[in-house]
């Protein structure tokens, strides 16, 4: 059973430009988490997907940030417009859906990140 | 915010066992405690959850105080590559929809030769 993939693990771009960062979860699971670390930092939460659905979106910037996971094909976080400040390592984390869909024992398991660098 | 407060770090000698403690004072009845390491810049890695009794797997052993407010986590026989930044983290509803995990600074342990 193959972990979380992402893909690209590394990706430059120049400030202004387009960032898309894909994310397939753990065969069937249907949950994904977004996280971002900044440089020395911890994660912080980004957002909460399923399917077709944008659930929390609390942890997103305002602008220029959005994040999608369609019905078929990897989850995407899409940043337009880049800026210097956007360079971090970025994790998503899938988890399943449990029987009785108590999401306290869901438990969430992250892949390899996408390091982005702005130049 | 974390909820968490955990020791900034920890040597360990390799072949020892690593114990890793953990405050969380504020904890509700049905928070869970989750214990993940980020091996140097490694996606997190997923140990050990429990509620309120003590819980064991392959990797570690996790045990909580009866009064659910401290917990420490038990690798029993450190090797090198258990070197890694080590986060508590009590799993708590967002408000929003989800049940994020915040991570804090967690604690950086080092295991010495």
């Known amino acids: 059973n193959a972990g979380v993939m992402q893909n690209p693990r590394h990706l430059v771009r120049r400030r202004g430009q387009e960032a898309r960062l894909r994310c397939s979860p753990m065969?069937?699971?249907?949950?994904v988490y977004w996280y971002r670390q900044l440089p020395e930092e911890g994660l912080k939460f980004m957002v909460y997907?399923?399917?077709?659905?944008?659930?929390?979106e609390s942890g997103m910037p305002k602008e220029r940030f959005s994040a999608e996971f369609p019905k078929e094909g990897p989850s995407i976080l899409r940043i337009q417009q880049v800026v210097r400040g956007d360079s971090a390592a970025y994790f998503c984390a899938s988890s399943p859906l449990l029987a009785g869909g108590n999401s306290y024992q869901e438990t969430q398991y992250f892949g390899p990140g996408t390091r982005l660098l702005v130049l | 915010d974390a909820k968490t407060t955990q020791p900034p770090s920890m040597d360990c000698a390799e072949g020892r066992a690593a114990n890793l403690p953990c405050n969380h004072s504020?904890?509700?009845?049905?928070?869970?405690v989750y214990w993940y390491r980020q091996i140097h810049s490694q996606g997190p890695q997923y140990i050990i959850h429990?509620?309120?009794n003590n819980e064991t797997n392959e990797m570690a052993s996790l045990i909580i105080t009866e009064d659910r407010k401290s917990s420490t986590l038990i690798l029993p026989h450190a090797t090198l590559r258990d070197t890694a930044v080590y986060y508590c983290?009590?799993?708590?509803?967002?408000?929003?929809?989800?049940?994020?995990?915040?991570f804090g600074k967690g604690t950086k342990l080092s295991v010495i030769p």
């Open positions: 065969k069937g699971h249907s949950h």
């Open positions: 997907l399923q399917k077709e659905n944008i659930i929390d």
């Open positions: 983290i009590v799993r708590a509803y967002s408000g929003a929809g989800s049940y994020q995990l915040t």
């Open positions: 429990g509620l309120k």
């Open positions: 504020t904890i509700s009845g049905n928070e869970y």
